[in-house]
């Protein structure tokens, strides 16, 4: 069974930094695409940041300020975010995706004050 377990959440003030990890139980290579989407209270779950094979692609709404990266020898995505706002106050959920199915983490919270 795939587990994904997402950690580095926690408080900051706006314009500080976090760095999300995501641990997997199984060889990143063999997933699709891996990636992050977030939520707020009272909002639908949105897309964040994804990583394929061939291509990364990032939300507008962070474009410039959040990097997904990787690090295949401990099986792990990472999510660094600088320049953060209080609109990204959500929990932000580790994703990944293989030919038959997909995969999502318990999520950990990310506050940002004003």
């Known amino acids: 069974q795939v587990h994904l377990v997402e950690s580095g959440g926690g408080l900051v003030q706006a314009g500080g930094s976090l760095r999300l990890s995501c641990t997997v139980s199984?060889?990143?290579?063999?997933?699709?695409?891996m990636g992050w989407y977030r939520q707020a209270p009272g909002k639908q779950r949105e897309f964040v940041a994804r990583?394929?094979?061939?291509?990364?692609i990032y939300a507008d709404s962070v474009k410039g300020r959040f990097t997904i990266s990787r690090d295949v020898a401990k099986n792990a995505v990472y999510l660094q975010m600088n320049t953060l706002k209080p609109e990204d106050t959500a929990v932000y959920y580790c994703?990944?995706?293989?030919?038959?199915?997909?995969?999502w983490g318990q999520g950990t919270q990310v506050t940002v004050s004003g």
């Open positions: 994703n990944a995706i293989d030919s038959s199915n997909e995969y």
């Open positions: 199984r060889n990143i290579f063999s997933f699709n695409a």
């Open positions: 990583r394929t094979t061939t291509n990364t």
